[in-house]
C-alpha cells in the first residue's frame, strides 16, 4: 500500500517496440495507488509506439539512439549517462532488444529486471515460440527474472505458465504469453517496489525467504 507522499522507488523501463508490458506497468503500477514513480521510458530507437505510450501517461521519453551512436559500446555510454543523469532506484527492461554490457548490468545488479517469452532455463534467445512448436513441447510461458550478465539467465522471480494446445500457431501462442507477461510483469515491478522480493548472490528471496523456485502462475483454463 502507497499512502499519499510517500517516497516511492523512481523506475526507469527500456523498451525498443511496441510497449505493451510498459502499458501494463503504467495502468498497474503508477498513479495514485502504484507503488512506483515511472521516472522515464527510454528507447532505443526513436518513434516506437511504446514512447507514444509514455506521451499519453504524461512520462518522460527519452532516445538514446542505438544507430546515431555508432556502436554497441558508444550506445551503452549514452545509456549508461542518461541512467546516471536519472539516477533510477531500479531498472525495468520492458521489450528492449539491446544485450547491455556487464559493466553496466553489474551497476544494477538486484536492480534490473527483465521479461522474456518462455519458461526459463528453457529457450534463452529469440524466436521461442516457434522453437517450442518444432520441439512439441507440451508447456510454454514468460519468465519474470533479475538480469545479471548472463543473456536470459539471471535469477528468476515469477513465471507464467501456459499449456500448448492443439492447433497452436507462433501467432496464438505470443497472444497468450503476452496476455500473462502483462499480468506477472506489474506484479513483479511492485514486489521489488515494496522490498518483498530481492535479490541476494544469485538467490531470490521473497518475504524474508529464498526461493529454490519462482512463483508459477498457471494460465486459467478455457473452460
Ligand atoms: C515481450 O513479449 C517480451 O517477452 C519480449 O519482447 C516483447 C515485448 O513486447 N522481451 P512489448 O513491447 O512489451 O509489447
Known sequence: MTTAGAARPRVAVLVSGNGSNLQAIIDRCTGPQGSIELAAVISDRPEVFALERARQAGVAGVTVDYRATGDREAFARSLAAELDRLRPDFVVLAGF????????????????LNVHPSLLPKYPGLDTYRRVLAAGDPWHGATVHFVTADLDAGPAI??????????????????????????????????????????????????????????????PSPD
Open 158 to 219: 515469477v513465471q507464467y505458465r501456459l499449456r500448448v494446445r492443439p492447433g497452436d500457431t507462433a501467432q496464438s501462442l505470443r497472444e497468450r504469453v503476452q496476455a500473462g507477461e502483462h499480468q506477472i510483469y506489474p506484479q513483479a515491478v511492485g514486489w521489488i517496489a515494496t522490498g518483498r522480493v530481492t535479490l541476494r548472490e544469485h538467490t531470490v528471496f521473497m518475504d524474508g525467504a529464498a526461493r529454490a523456485a519462482p512463483v508459477i502462475v498457471d494460465e
Open 97 to 112: 532488444m539491446r544485450i547491455l554490457p556487464a559493466t553496466l548490468v553489474d551497476r544494477y545488479r538486484g536492480r534490473m
